[in-house]
């Protein structure tokens, strides 16, 4: 690969990027509301069950540890939607660390490639 066909390569990394961390930044925001959103979903159906308005499913267990057994029995789906958007949200996080990343190091393989003074 010529010089001058890196620096273009190089130009080209440093063209992009910013739009696509632009748009990994925006992605965050929307999955962070998606886990705000399945935390809440959780919590109000944890309550719900724990003040005993969920027809046909009673939470009488004869401690905490038992309430909570029965209430986790009965939040499988929201749990798992909750830890996917987790899941989501944290690759999402590694990704746009990986784009500054890259960000980085094509500004300093520019300031390698500058001419000597």
């Known amino acids: 690969m010529t010089r001058k066909n890196i620096h273009v390569r190089i130009i080209k990394e440093l063209e992009s990027l910013p739009e696509l961390i632009r748009d990994k930044e925006a992605e965050i925001v929307g999955l962070q509301s998606l886990v705000s959103e399945a935390r809440e979903k959780?919590?109000?159906?944890?309550?719900?069950?724990?003040?005993?308005?969920?027809?046909?499913?009673?939470?009488?267990?004869?401690?905490?540890?038992?309430?909570?057994?029965?209430v986790n029995e009965h939040t499988v789906i929201e749990r798992r939607t909750l830890k996917e958007a987790e899941e989501k949200l944290a690759f999402a996080r590694i990704?746009?660390?990986?784009?500054?990343?890259?960000?980085?190091?094509a500004r300093s393989i520019v300031d390698l490639l500058r001419p000597e003074a």
């Not at 309550?47 to 540890?65: H, Q, Y």
């Not at 990704?95 to 190091?105: D, I, M, P, V």
């Open 42 to 70: 959780l919590k109000e159906k944890e309550g719900l069950l724990l003040m005993d308005r969920v027809e046909g499913v009673k939470i009488d267990g004869k401690n905490a540890e038992i309430r909570q057994a029965q």
């Open 95 to 105: 990704e746009l660390s990986y784009l500054h990343n890259r960000f980085s190091a």
